[in-house]
């Protein structure tokens, strides 16, 4: 936008110019020059009436440009960019991930349909040097798998290839999802070990990104993978096992995407089970009295921590044939338990004089989740607020106790939410047969810190456990016996206004800085790669890049990129940042 000059200045430097003309002639009190003195007079004003119409004519085409510029429906706080919101090429595509926080656009995004075709992509775009970041189902916060240079998307290789009932083992094109891959196993009578949240990743990405689910005795996914076929730029078509070449299959099981395109993938299964989860609430003190016996008797176990509130909900989860007369529903209907929830969004509508629109679902049909994402949304960043929507969600919780039973794909799922920030860590927390409860120290730190900075922490603050992995680039990467515990904080993203987005996004940068910088170091916490964000400030990347070498073998990482991606084709900006080249160093 231009930022004409304003009026009084515009005249100010016109008189200046008369003055200056005047002191050139050297007899001003002569005839001649007076009645030029008086035309000259008459002139500035004139031409300070011209340049005032100049003016608001200007100022006038810039106010009408700006509220006709055809911006997008959520971009009303955005500031004006040119060409920023034109209509896009019809050869360019925008990948956004799922929780609306990374977005690129690239004209180079590429779908092959078989390993003949993932082989010639490769190929070409290594002898062109042109970048084809390795994607997936696009589930990462943090757009690991995102670059503008172009990137390669394998959900048209989607196949079971092969199934070894005997083994209980399953070869699959690595573009599967796990949702697929769960209902292919089940005529034959198997399953996946364990399982994330959200059943929609692809195997190559959920498996390259070291994700996993809960269980002390269960390790994160990628220690489920018995061997993985590569297409990689300078070797082509490789395959790595614990037999055939074990350095490198324990570098790449958890390899990021950046040492060769995830092909093919050889998962250990188990046989299919029903679970019986158990769902109830406590608090801190019963915690602590519980918490060995309850990491050590439960073949899963989660904590959801409720900031502001002295309720944590245990959610544990068992084989059906160990539990001889569970339970099997509620003390309360789902309407019963939702009902503190519910009366909270009417009286904040009567509060903040929101009126529901006629296209709006009625309340009585809204999920738990969807529920808090409205509430959030009327006044996201205010703490009084969220403190009563947590009390709201632990009322929630305490009429959702019982137990229900169902297959360990089914029980093992669970609703984030919407669209959300999120920072996961990871830390050891002693071995299950001697565990050091950090795990629970940490959290107390982290809920004293949260009230003393006076957070907006909305909840719940996940943790879960798993077993150690053997997978060098893998956050619970050990040698000996370590279980490792996971927590997760998180801020939701309830509206698709730009400016309280922005303002959300702000604050939960800050939140994560405080935990960064009270808790990692002391924990030995280091973030899950897909939810890890590269920090802009120069030394707060040093400081990363530092923390990343003492706990990972960023240099063996470096040097097998060199020798089987040399030109960086599969790479992009974050890779680059977390992990630069000795040389640069």
């Known amino acids: 936008m231009l930022r004409p000059l304003s009026l009084g200045r515009s005249a100010r430097i016109l008189r200046a110019s008369l003055r200056s003309a005047q002191t050139l002639n050297p007899n001003p009190s002569s005839d001649l020059i007076r009645p030029l003195s008086s ?271 002295d309720t944590v909900v245990v959610v544990q989860c068992n084989p059906l044939s160990k539990w001889k007369t569970p339970k099997f529903k509620s003390k309360y209907g789902k309407d019963e338990a939702l009902q503190n929830v519910r009366d909270l969004y009417r009286d904040s509508l009567d509060k903040y004089r929101v009126e529901v629109g006629k296209d709006e679902p009625d309340i009585d049909e809204l999920s738990f989740t969807e529920l808090r994402d409205k509430l959030l949304a009327l006044d996201p960043l205010n703490k009084d607020h969220v403190i009563k929507i947590n009390q709201a969600e632990a009322a929630y919780w305490r009429k959702s106790e019982g137990y229900r039973v169902g297959w360990s794909d089914e029980i093992l799922g669970f609703d984030c939410g919407g669209q959300q920030w999120v920072s996961e860590t990871c830390f050891p927390a002693g071995t299950l047969a001697k565990p050091s409860m950090k795990d629970l120290d940490y959290i107390e730190e982290l809920m004293q810190l949260i009230q003393s900075e006076e957070i907006p922490a909305p909840a719940p603050i996940e943790q879960r456990w798993t077993a150690h992995s053997k997978s060098l680039m893998s956050p619970a990467s050990s040698s000996g016996e370590d279980i490792f515990s996971w927590v997760g904080i998180i801020m939701y993203l309830p509206t698709m206004d730009a400016r309280q987005r922005k303002e959300i996004t702000e604050e939960f940068f800050s939140y994560r800085h405080l935990t960064q910088t009270r808790l990692w170091d002391e924990y030995s916490a280091y973030e899950h790669w897909a939810k890890i964000e590269v920090p802009k400030d120069k030394d707060e990347l040093a400081a990363l890049q530092e923390r990343l070498r003492r706990r990972f073998p960023v240099d063996a990482y470096n040097k097998a990129r060199r020798e089987l991606d040399p030109n960086r084709i599969l790479s992009n900006n974050m890779l680059e940042k977390l992990f630069p080249s000795s040389e640069t160093v």
């Open 39 to 309: 035309s000259a007079a008459g002139v500035s004003d004139a031409e300070l009436r011209k340049y005032a119409g100049y003016f608001v004519l200007l100022l006038g085409c810039g106010v009408a440009t700006y509220y006709s510029f055809p911006f997008s429906p959520d971009a009303k706080h955005k500031k004006a960019q040119i060409f920023r919101y034109a209509p896009l090429p019809d050869d360019l595509h925008t990948v956004t991930n799922w929780s609306g926080t990374h977005e690129v656009l690239t004209r180079v995004f590429l779908q092959p349909e078989s390993l003949a075709d993932l082989e010639a992509v490769v190929r070409d775009a290594h002898n062109k040097r042109q970048r084809i970041r390795p994607v997936g189902s696009g589930l990462s916060p943090n757009g690991i798998g995102l670059t503008r240079a172009g990137m390669v998307n394998l959900a048209l290789m989607d196949n079971v290839l092969e199934v070894d009932r005997q083994a209980k083992t399953v070869r699959v094109q690595a573009g599967i999802r796990v949702s697929q891959l769960v209902e292919a196993l089940k005529e034959h009578g198997l399953t996946l070990q364990n399982f994330a949240s959200i059943r929609e990743q692809q195997i190559g990405g959920i498996v390259q990104v070291g994700a996993h689910g809960t269980g002390a005795r269960l390790p994160p996914i990628d220690e489920q993978v018995i061997s993985m076929k590569l297409v990689t730029p300078a070797k082509g078509t490789i395959e790595v096992s614990r037999e055939k070449d074990p350095d490198l299959f324990y570098l790449a099981r958890c390899g990021l995407g950046g040492l060769g395109v995830v092909a093919e993938v050889t998962l250990q299964c188990v046989e299919r089970h029903e679970l019986v989860e158990h769902t109830f609430v406590s608090n801190v003190n019963e915690i602590k009295k519980n918490h060995k016996k309850w990491l050590a008797d439960n073949k899963h176990v989660k904590y959801l921590w409720i900031p502001y509130t």
